[in-house]
């Protein structure tokens, strides 16, 4: 029995005087990509023995004070009991992304005292309140938030989108396999999907895929001219890349997908001046270790961490809801930094802020799962899209690229990638620690529960949807189900 678990168990017989109770506590970190489909597992786990049965809580906030929800949120704990364990149980999740989560895991800190940064900020578990209540707190980096309700802890679990062999990180050895499929869609932002709605010869040109060879001169450039897709030689308004940082499955998969390689350094652009909610004023290179942003607060999550590549234009966001902001806003008239504070000072001085291009009109395009390309994009009518989705190697998810984008991947998109025609996809894996009392019960439990439609909803597909499968992340695609 892991230490807290013991501690909470002397702690329980001391207040009921002796009496046998037992306490087993699991923490799961991992993908932010297959966050809200966990969460609902877990959830719904936890809901079997009735909904008064259970306490959770969740942080309702992001990092800027935005509000979240229950199945978006940071952080999320529950205490009651869990199918096949004896007891009360107690999960605490924390989603970091795909490759810093199984570092988490498999590159824990010594014990439960000596921690390190490879170990996330979980909930308190003081904060539950009682069974049938659902409470809510502001995430520990929101300014709103209080600090003192999260702590560092050992991981036992984490959700992947990619597989261990995919990265770097080897450490402890890790149990476990694929619980479902999680689909992922090219998306340009929101001015390139304004001029598309226009009808005009430019929108007409504007392409509506992305090949893979084209995606590696971007992540090789950071950025090419409009005419790299359209062949019109005068169409020379930039198009930049942006993403994740290094420790995101999603940039993984999609390095992987592409053939530019896991490991290998991009460049790729992040917003600079964040602070408008309606159009980015400026973008830029994320210097080694981040860098700062325009209005100088330091932004180290922004650096690389997992391949040893901490270079210039190889960071990028840690969360996809950035991405997502960063693509819903114009960018009309938009300067380009090649590098800001290059001593990171926390000073920038008129020397270290070089502009790489003047403001102008300015397209980026990304990549994303298919939850949050349909969160980017918006739903409604036509003239309502916030982002456009874009096809992938002659292939487009045209319900996603749909007005109304279904919350579920539905038959048209569905037999896409289930059969093999749509190779932007990968396994969602789930790791745990054999070691950890309970660990083996509960991937069992939410396997079983993910291989659902309505529990995966947006995140992607069920395993037993696939009628093709592949023996690594971004391999070649095999007839015969998983």
Do not use: C
């Not at 199945?71 to 009991?81: E, F, I, K, P």
């Not at 083996?440 to 949807?465: K, Q």
């Amino acid at each position: 029995m892991k230490i807290k678990s013991l501690l909470s168990l002397l702690a329980a017989l001391a207040l009921s005087g002796g009496a046998q109770a037992q306490t087993t506590f699991i923490e799961i970190t991992g993908a932010t990509a297959f966050r809200s489909a966990a969460v609902t597992a877990i959830n719904a786990a936890f809901a079997a023995a009735g909904a008064s049965s259970f306490a959770a809580a969740f942080s309702n906030t992001s990092s800027s004070g935005s509000n979240t929800s229950f199945t978006n949120g940071s952080t999320q704990m529950w205490r009651g009991t869990f199918p096949g364990i004896t007891g009360t149980t107690v999960i605490r999740t924390s989603w970091n992304g795909s490759v810093e989560g199984i570092r988490a895991v498999a590159v824990p800190g010594i014990d439960p005292v000596t921690l390190t940064d490879n170990d996330p900020l979980y909930l308190k578990e003081s904060l539950l309140g009682a069974n049938g209540t659902q409470l809510p707190f502001r995430l520990h980096s929101d300014p709103a938030g209080d600090p003192n309700n999260y702590e560092r802890a050992v991981s036992d679990m984490s959700f992947s989108d990619v597989a261990q062999s995919a990265t770097p990180v080897s450490g402890l050895s890790l149990t476990g396999g694929p619980v479902g499929v999680v689909v992922f869609s090219m998306i340009a932002n929101r001015t390139w999907a304004d001029d598309k709605k226009v009808g005009d010869a430019l929108s007409l040109r504007l392409p509506t895929n992305i090949s893979a060879q084209q995606f590696r001169t971007m992540a090789t450039n950071g950025f090419v001219p409009l005419s790299f897709f359209t062949n019109v030689p005068t169409d020379t308004t930039r198009v930049f890349l942006t993403g994740r940082n290094d420790g995101s499955g999603t940039r993984t998969s999609y390095l992987s997908e592409t053939g530019v390689g896991a490991s290998k350094p991009i460049r790729q652009y992040v917003g600079y001046d964040r602070s408008s909610t309606t159009n980015l004023p400026s973008i830029y290179i994320p210097p080694a270790n981040g860098g700062f942003d325009a209005q100088n607060v330091p932004q180290p999550d922004y650096r690389s961490t997992v391949w040893g590549n901490n270079n210039d234009g190889n960071g990028g966001h840690v969360s996809s809801g950035d991405v997502r902001a960063d693509h819903s806003k114009t960018t009309n008239s938009t300067t380009v930094f090649e590098f800001v504070d290059l001593d990171e000072s926390g000073t920038i001085t008129d020397d270290e802020e070089q502009v790489q291009f003047a403001a102008s009109k300015i397209y980026m395009i990304s990549y994303m799962t298919y939850n949050d390309a349909r969160s980017a994009k918006g739903t409604g009518l036509s003239a309502a899209r916030t982002a456009e989705i874009l096809g992938y190697d002659g292939v487009i998810l045209s319900e996603l690229a749909g007005d109304n984008p279904p919350s579920i991947v539905t038959l048209s998109d569905r037999m896409k990638v289930a059969n093999g025609a749509y190779s932007a996809w990968n396994f969602q894996q789930l790791y745990y620690l054999s070691t950890v009392p309970g660990a083996g019960t509960v991937f069992t439990e939410l396997g079983t529960r993910l291989n659902n439609d309505t529990i995966i909803g947006s995140a992607g597909l069920p395993i037993g949807a696939m009628n093709v499968h592949r023996t690594t992340d971004g391999g070649v695609i095999l007839p015969g189900a998983p």
